[in-house]
C-alpha cells in the first residue's frame, strides 16, 4: 500500500470522524436524522456519527453504504453501542447495491461533497425509494458570497487531496432537485467557528418527485 492509499485509508476517516463531529454540525445533524423513519438508508455512513440520532421507535430497519474500510468499522461499531441490527455493506452512492423502491427514506450527510459524481449519486437515492419517499439531507457546499466562492475554488484543488476527495464548490439544494426532488429547506448558513469556505452548510427534506 502506497502512502497515498495508507493516508486515504487509516489518516482520512479519523481526520472526518473529527471534523464532522463539530458541535455546529451536530446540531444540524440533530435536526435532520431524528425525521427518518420507516426503512431508513443511509449512503455515506462510514463513521457511523448519524447513528446516535436516529429514533429507533421510528426506523424499522436500517441500511448503510461506504467506500471506505475503516468508516465501516466506526459504523458498524455504531450499531453496536446502539444495539439495533443494521446492514452495512461496502459500496458506491454511484452503483447502490439495493433493489429499486426499497426504502422509505434516505439519509445523506457530508456525502455529496465526496462522492466522483453527484448527478448519478443523486439518481441512484431516487432509484432506491419508494414513490413518495423522502431525502433528509445536509451538505456544505458552493457558498452563496462570491469572494468566499473565489477562496473555495483556490483551495479545492489541495483540500481534495487532504479530505478523502471533499469538494468545497459543489451546489448542494439545486443538484438535489435536479434530480426529480421537491425540497423543502429546514436550514442554510456559515456553520459558527469554521472558516467560511468550508462551513456553508444547507439541510431539508426532499421528496421524491413525480
Ligand atoms: C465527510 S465524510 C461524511 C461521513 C458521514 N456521511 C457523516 O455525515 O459523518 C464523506 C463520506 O463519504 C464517503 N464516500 C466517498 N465517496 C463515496 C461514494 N462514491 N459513495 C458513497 N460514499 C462515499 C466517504 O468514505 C466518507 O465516509
Redesign the pocket.
Same mark, same amino acid.
Given at each position: 500500500m502506497g502512502f497515498a492509499n495508507w493516508y486515504d485509508e487509516h489518516v482520512v476517516p479519523r481526520i472526518?470522524k473529527c471534523a &464532522?463531529s463539530s458541535p455546529a454540525i451536530m446540531k444540524i445533524r440533530q435536526q435532520v436524522v431524528p425525521l427518518a423513519s420507516g426503512k431508513v438508508f443511509e449512503?455515506? &455512513?462510514? #463513521?457511523g456519527?448519524?447513528q446516535q440520532f436516529y429514533d429507533p421507535a421510528k426506523v424499522s430497519a436500517y441500511s448503510g453504504?461506504?467506500?471506505?474500510g475503516k %468508516?465501516l468499522d466506526y459504523a458498524r461499531d455504531a450499531a453496536v453501542a446502539k444495539g439495533w441490527q443494521a446492514d452495512i455493506r461496502q459500496g458506491? %452512492?454511484?452503483a447502490i447495491p439495493f433493489d429499486d423502491a426499497s426504502f422509505d427514506c434516505v439519509v445523506c *450527510?457530508?456525502?455529496l &461533497?465526496?462522492?466522483?459524481s453527484q448527478a448519478q *449519486?443523486v439518481s441512484e437515492l431516487r432509484r432506491i425509494l419508494k414513490p413518495g419517499g423522502r431525502l433528509l439531507f445536509a451538505e456544505h457546499g458552493s457558498a452563496p458570497d462570491a469572494d468566499v466562492r473565489k477562496w473555495q475554488g483556490r483551495i479545492e484543488p489541495i483540500w481534495k487531496r487532504l479530505a #478523502?476527495? &471533499?469538494h468545497l464548490t459543489r451546489p448542494i439544494s439545486s443538484v438535489i432537485a435536479q434530480g426529480g426532488f421537491t425540497l423543502t429547506p429546514l436550514g442554510a448558513r456559515y456553520a459558527p467557528k469554521t472558516p467560511r469556505w468550508a462551513g456553508w452548510m444547507e439541510w431539508g427534506e426532499a421528496v421524491k418527485a413525480g
Open positions: 472526518i &464532522c449512503i455515506g &455512513c462510514g #463513521g456519527i448519524n453504504i461506504d467506500p471506505s %468508516g458506491y %452512492g454511484e *450527510t457530508y456525502t &461533497c465526496s462522492v466522483e *449519486t #478523502g476527495g &471533499c
